[in-house]
């Protein structure tokens, strides 16, 4: 069992920088590969981030490539997202989540956190 709890989202302007963070608790953390996805109002959850374990490879939807950014840090047993040059359309609640799969497919995770508020205005 994994807990994780999303903090450091907020309300910025178009261009801003945020930085998200996923303390997970639960055993053997370091072994779950993690991703981050987002969900605005009417739309589906959609892939954002993900990173292995052991920080071996990390991949990217098309939308956020070079603008964001995933790390971890597993003796902290925390997650990161980078986020670089914020548009509107990045405006969202934004979840982590663990899964034994290096995956974009939100069905393949198994744990969630409860989601940060991102807001960007234009």
């Known amino acids: 069992q994994v807990q994780l709890v999303e903090s450091g989202g907020g309300l910025l302007q178009a261009g801003g920088s945020l930085r998200l963070s996923c303390a997970a608790s639960g055993r053997a953390f370091s072994t779950y590969a993690m991703g981050w996805f987002r969900q605005a109002p009417g739309k589906e959850r959609e892939f954002v981030a993900g990173?292995?374990?052991?920080?071996?490879?990390?991949w990217y939807a098309d939308s956020v490539k070079g603008r964001f950014t995933i790390s971890r840090e597993d003796a902290k047993r925390t997650v990161y997202l980078q986020m670089n040059s914020l548009k509107p359309e990045d405006a969202a609640v934004y979840y982590c989540?663990?899964?034994?799969?290096?995956?974009?497919?939100?069905?393949?995770?198994?744990?969630w956190g409860q989601g940060t508020q991102v807001t960007v205005s234009s």
């Open positions: 990173i292995s374990w052991r920080v071996v490879s990390t």
């Open positions: 989540a663990a899964g034994r799969r290096e995956d974009v497919t939100p069905a393949q995770y198994d744990y």
